[in-house]
């Protein structure tokens, strides 16, 4: 019988495992799908927060996962780059209110602003290659003797007798797992283009025809997007592909004659607030740690040692 079972193998489970593992506790995953068929390798993936609360708590995990991405970005192929880049805003907007977690946040000089721009932000974030990251974590968990099965969970109770905790990180599987009926999908739709040169990635949220940002790495581009609170459509929709490449391409005229690599859809795990908890009455003791919006990856550090935490303290 194992310490510690992780359901979910995203990056907060993988994240929560590991930690757990680095602890010296004897923690595997068991997951429906491996890293690269979730919602996490669909990320595009910046360190922003986004659709994620309490905004108290996602500052506090940011902050953490914001110092440990820092220290990634000199690892050999941990996929991890300190990037450039621009929040633009269409009037005067106030410095973002997560910048407490950010070395060094800049209002944007007029010849950085895009036409139609009249105020943006400047800052230095991580930018994670979630594809090249994934496997990273896949084999630093290996390498601390970490195993993953891949099975479907239809109640965490099932898992008594095999382990003396089980964490929950399901992402939006989570909402069926333990009937949590406050949870939804955010749908996001991106394009993934040969980089034409860019190093500096751009966000607009406020965009009337839908968020947009463009993402550069190692020699792809990620563009998006959308944020379809509700469904649950993973097919790529080909007129929304088209808008986000008319958008993308306004901000970086470059981008217009970008070689369309993929289309890829995800469905973030929406829910009112992350749930990061220890919950009593189960057969096995179950610490939850899921309901983390966009911001899943910008969360994952500082949310996987609090579980890890909350596992020590019961164990
Ligand atoms: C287009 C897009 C862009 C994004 N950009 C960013 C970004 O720039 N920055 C950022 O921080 N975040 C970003 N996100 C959000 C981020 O991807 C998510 O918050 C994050 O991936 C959630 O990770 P997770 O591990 O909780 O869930 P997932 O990655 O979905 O993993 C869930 C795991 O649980 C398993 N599972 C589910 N149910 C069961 C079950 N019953 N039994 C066994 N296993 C189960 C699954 O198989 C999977 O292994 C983006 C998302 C999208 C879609």
Redesign the pocket.
């Known amino acids: 019988m194992a310490e510690v079972v992780v359901?979910?193998?995203?990056?907060?489970?993988?994240s929560t495992a590991l930690c757990l593992r680095e602890n010296g506790l004897d923690a595997r995953i068991?997951?429906?799908?491996?890293?690269e068929?979730?919602?996490?390798?669909?990320?595009?993936?910046?360190?922003?927060p986004?659709k994620?609360y309490p905004e108290d708590a996602v500052l506090r995990w940011g902050s953490r996962a914001f110092e440990v991405f820092e220290g990634l970005a000199a690892v050999p192929g941990a996929g991890v780059r300190m990037r450039e880049g621009f929040e633009l805003r269409r009037y005067w907007a106030p410095e973002p209110w997560w910048s407490a977690a950010v070395p060094a946040v800049r209002r944007c000089d007029r010849d950085e602003l895009p036409p139609g721009y009249r105020d943006g932000h400047a800052f230095v974030v991580p930018v994670?290659e979630m594809p090249v990251y994934l496997r990273y974590l896949q084999d630093r968990f290996a390498a601390a003797g970490g195993t993953v099965e891949r099975?479907?969970?239809?109640d965490p109770d099932e898992m008594a007798g095999e382990a003396g905790v089980v964490v929950n990180?399901?992402?939006?599987?989570?909402g069926?797992?333990v009937g949590d009926g406050s949870m939804g999908p955010?749908?996001?739709?991106?394009l993934r283009v040969r980089n034409p040169g860019l190093d500096h990635f751009f966000l607009d949220e406020d965009d009337p025809e839908g968020v947009t940002y463009v993402?550069p790495r190692s020699g792809d581009c990620?563009l998006?997007?959308t944020a379809d609170e509700g469904s649950w459509t993973t097919e790529p929709d080909p007129e929304v592909a088209g808008a986000i490449l008319r958008r993308c391409s306004a901000l970086e005229p470059r981008l217009a004659d970008a070689e369309v690599l993929e289309h890829?859809?995800?469905?973030?795990?929406g829910r009112p607030e992350v749930r990061l908890e220890m919950e009593d009455g189960h057969e096995v003791p179950l610490v939850h740690n899921?309901g983390?919006?966009?911001?899943?990856?910008?969360?994952?550090w500082g949310c996987a040692e609090e579980a890890a935490e909350l596992v020590q303290n019961t164990l």
């Open positions: 359901i979910g193998c995203g990056v907060i489970g993988l068991v997951a429906a799908a491996p890293p068929e979730t919602t996490s390798a669909v990320a595009a993936a910046i360190w922003y986004y994620a994670i099975r479907v969970v239809s990180c399901a992402g939006l599987g989570a069926e797992l955010i749908r996001g739709q991106i993402v990620i998006g997007g890829r859809v995800g469905l973030r795990p899921y983390h919006g966009g911001s899943g990856v910008t969360l994952s």
